[in-house]
């Protein structure tokens, strides 16, 4: 999926999208080690219950899977280490402010190639609760359906 700007969309969290509500989103680079560009560029890359925290005012991003590179040496990284994000330390000083409020926290929301850089849209998020998900759910169905009725209406 490329977009505009140079900025080509490696993976989208649509789970968070699901589970949160985004407050505020934040672009954010990633310190990465060697092989582990070359597989972000390959996709493989998984992040189900990823999330970011800040430690003495650097943000850390966990449970955030980037599979072994298949055509390194024995010299791969290891796939499941905290991943240091890259922000400005004002932009920092605003997250950790935000989060210290109740329910509020860090998930990465997608990966993407900007200009050939490794970036993160890292989310201010809210959690759901169950009754806002089934919310969610039935007003894509319904959005589904007027869709589903104007384009056979447009076929005639």
Same mark, same amino acid.
């Given at each position: 999926? +490329?977009?505009?700007?140079? /900025?080509?969309?490696?993976?989208?969290? /649509?789970?968070?999208r699901f589970d949160y509500f985004i407050e505020d989103s934040y672009e954010c680079g990633i310190a990465l080690e060697g092989t582990?560009?070359?597989?972000?560029?390959?996709?493989? +890359?998984?992040?189900p219950d990823g999330f970011a925290e800040v430690v003495n005012g650097e943000i850390?991003?966990?449970n955030f899977h980037i599979s072994e590179y298949?055509?390194?040496? +024995?010299?791969?990284?290891?796939?499941?280490? *905290?991943?240091?994000?890259?922000?400005h330390r004002e932009e920092i000083k605003k997250i950790s402010r935000k989060i &210290?409020?109740?329910g509020y926290t860090l998930i *990465?929301?997608?990966?993407?190639?900007? &200009?050939?850089?490794?970036?993160?849209?890292?989310?201010?998020c809210k959690g759901k609760k169950q009754?806002?998900?089934?919310?969610t759910i039935k007003s894509r169905d319904i959005n589904?359906?007027?869709?589903?009725?104007?384009?056979a209406k447009l076929r005639g």
């Amino acid at each position: 999926m +490329i977009m505009s700007e140079g /900025r080509k969309v490696i993976s989208e969290n /649509r789970k968070a999208r699901f589970d949160y509500f985004i407050e505020d989103s934040y672009e954010c680079g990633i310190a990465l080690e060697g092989t582990e560009v070359k597989s972000v560029k390959n996709g493989n +890359i998984s992040y189900p219950d990823g999330f970011a925290e800040v430690v003495n005012g650097e943000i850390f991003l966990k449970n955030f899977h980037i599979s072994e590179y298949a055509f390194s040496s +024995i010299f791969n990284h290891n796939p499941d280490r *905290p991943k240091k994000l890259l922000l400005h330390r004002e932009e920092i000083k605003k997250i950790s402010r935000k989060i &210290d409020q109740k329910g509020y926290t860090l998930i *990465p929301l997608d990966v993407y190639l900007k &200009d050939g850089r490794v970036k993160v849209s890292l989310g201010v998020c809210k959690g759901k609760k169950q009754f806002d998900k089934r919310e969610t759910i039935k007003s894509r169905d319904i959005n589904r359906d007027i869709q589903r009725e104007f384009s056979a209406k447009l076929r005639g």
